[in-house]
């Protein structure tokens, strides 16, 4: 796409008029990458103000001059600022006696009891006892999904460091979570996992609830889990998770999401701009990629593939 | 459903151009940019969006439009017809026949709604009066049989599936020979959700279609699937005969112009719509009557029909 820019003449100063038509088809190549319309024009819009007035230099041409600002752009982005270092945060758990604790919350059907059970793998090589809190308890399944990702665990990792907490279905996830972390606090447990069930970003009741099990429990670290499928709708859902947390709290230091879980990563070819959407949304990291079903299927990500990936034609 | 917003900005755009003294191409190309951004903002695949925009640039030779009015009724009736292009294949969908027996296969993407669209399209024809039987054969998810087990009981379907057998193609087999012998009209097979990267995935669905042949396979796509629809839509066409589509979880926030891109790369028509995690929460789908209704139609209806 962008070996159709004839060369500049050196010494020319960029102007809007000039950048014009290379931000219009960079708006374009973002869409077709699954980046969300609003951010692939913000993003344009910011850079293509970052290189007004530029004077081009001699072997420069504007395709070179747009890809380098871009990705200077895409790697402030896609960066973590934030330290995402969950196994020392466990370890600072650790020495205050409790357990470290981890919902998982998304939409229907992303990934979040698949991506938990392979956080739980993670963790359980790291040697640490996982305590697996069933909350889902509306999805068909969903606590005999977790009980065999459970009893596979086990058998995989050799060792009883992994347990199920579940009380059925029905019940009110909040105080199955309560009661999951004061078990997991008394049995030596050294990291919760809670899964919650799927829920639409404008469902209120069930927001309301995911705001409740939060303000509840406090979990330590709140990851959201979206899948590299999705769209344009990868903003609402974040944003509106985040409104949920703050506005249904009730609390005066509300939470908000802490990082993301990007899924289903190996099922989207070089279309990985949800994963920018994303953290653009948020300025959260994301601190794991799903690429696959099974337990060793979790990777971190890498911000320069990412970013390779976006641009290439 | 948002696609009511989608409907609302192109209908906006649309009477713009009616308050336009002058139709010109410029009005055209900007009226053509409002839509084309609407549409890549609700997901519909980036190549199709540009198909959209030659297809009614192509039709409304600017010279040959003489009066205004004319010229007006030529861009809207187009535009309308490129929309209903987008989700209507021109193929009548598929309906199971009584007095024979129906198989349907569910397919898609992980996570997609089949297992749930299973039940809510058993639970359909259940109310029209058919026998249907539901197979579990998705032996490769954790808890799969458990949650169509849990759903059918739940709509009281009878199902077939099993715990410890890891062979889904058997699995099909003998739940459909089952529900074959005891004279069920309908006989609804889920599978495991799978992606075109995976070759083995897609060999295993071949080899269950072959072996309980379908008389229909329904692809499920989530309706908050943006660009990489087309390419998955693609590989599951070129892999079985997808006979029809149910975009799910439009209850939502979700434009499903993903998902619609699903008709072109398959040829095949959107039968249904999931709209909930409820059993009932299923809506018949119909392309034009829905583009109609997406464009709070009205003005429009009477132009198509001269
Ligand atoms: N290809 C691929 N599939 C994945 C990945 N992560 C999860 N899946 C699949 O996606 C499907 C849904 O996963 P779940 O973990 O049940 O999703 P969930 O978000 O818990 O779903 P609900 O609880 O129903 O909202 C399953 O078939 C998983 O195997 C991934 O990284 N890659
Ligand atoms: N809100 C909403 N949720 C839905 C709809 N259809 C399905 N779901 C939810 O989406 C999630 C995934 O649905 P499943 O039926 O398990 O999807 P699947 O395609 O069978 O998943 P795999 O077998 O893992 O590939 C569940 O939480 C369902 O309750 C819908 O129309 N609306
Ligand atoms: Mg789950
Ligand atoms: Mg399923």
New interface residues.
Partial sequence: FFGMFKNLTSGRVLTADILAEPMARMREHLANKNVASDIANEICKTVAKGMLGVRVGGLQNIRQLVEQSMETALTRILTPVSSTDIIRDIEHAQQKGRPYTMAFVGVNGVGKSTNLSKVCYWLLQNNKRVLIAACDTFRSGAVEQLRVHVRNLRALSDNQNVEIFERGYGKDSATIAKDAIAFGASNGFDVVLIDTAGRMQDNEPLMRALAKLVSVNSPDKILFVGEALVGNEAVDQLEKFNRALRDFSGQSKPRHIDGIILTKFDTIDDRVGAALSMTYTTGQPIIFVGTGQTYTDLRKMNVSQVIRALLRA | MVLNELGARINGALQALSKESVIDSKAVDALLREIC?AL????VN?RLVHQLRENVKKQINMDDLATSSNKRKVIQTSVYDELCRLVDPGVQPWAPRKGKQNVIMFVG?????KTTSCTKLALYYKRKGMKVGLVCADT????????????AS?AHIPFYGSYSEADPVRIALEGVGKFRKDRFDLIIVDTSGR????TELFLEMEQIAAAVKPDNTVFVM?G??????D??ARAFKESVDIGSIIIT?M?????G??AISAVAATGSPIIFIGTG?HMHDLDRFSARPFISKMLGMGDLTGLVET
């Avoid at chain 2, 490769?140 to 759903?151: C, E, I, S, V």
């Avoid at chain 2, 992606?195 to 995976?198: C, L, M, V």
């Avoid at chain 2, 908050?224 to 629809?229: E, K, L, N, S, V």
């Fill in positions: 951004g890549l903002e609700s997901d980036v993407l992980q996570g997609s709604g490769f998810r954790a808890g799969a049989f458990d949650q169509l087990k849990q759903n739940r992606h075109k990267q995976e989530d908050t699937i943006g660009q990489a629809a390419a998955q979880k209850d939502g926030h979700a434009k112009g993903g995690e």
